[in-house]
């Protein structure tokens, strides 16, 4: 099991009061192959350097969670597919934070 962190941009249309609800049904996948989520933290809406598909701002999410690699790229993949994700980046923390 490895430690990850993803940062998650949804577009700014999504209501970002009620954002941690359906965010929870997309990263089930985690605890469901055995990892945990360990922190979900909504940044809320921030502008962007340049646009993304047509939009000037979006909701950022940072996610932290422990997982094997295979349920990490499951993930971003499957976010990938949501048409309210814009971005996703996935970073693998080092052992030694």
């Known amino acids: 099991m490895r430690t990850y962190e993803?940062?998650?941009?949804?577009?700014?249309?999504?209501?970002?009061?009620?954002?941690?609800g359906p965010?929870?049904?997309l990263v089930r996948v985690?605890?469901?192959e055995g990892g945990t989520v360990d922190n979900v933290d909504v940044w809320g809406k921030r502008k962007f350097a340049y646009e993304i598909d047509k939009k000037s701002e979006g909701i950022y999410i940072v996610l932290t969670f422990t997982a094997k690699p295979e349920t990490a790229q499951e993930l971003d993949r499957q976010l990938?597919?949501?048409e309210s994700v814009l971005r996703t980046k996935l970073m693998r923390l080092d052992e030694t934070q």
Do not use: C, H, Q, Y
């Open 6 to 20: 993803m940062v998650v941009i949804l577009d700014p249309s999504v209501d970002e009061r009620t954002v941690s």
């Open 23 to 25: 965010f929870e049904k």
């Open 30 to 32: 985690t605890p469901a």
């Open 80 to 82: 990938g597919l949501n």
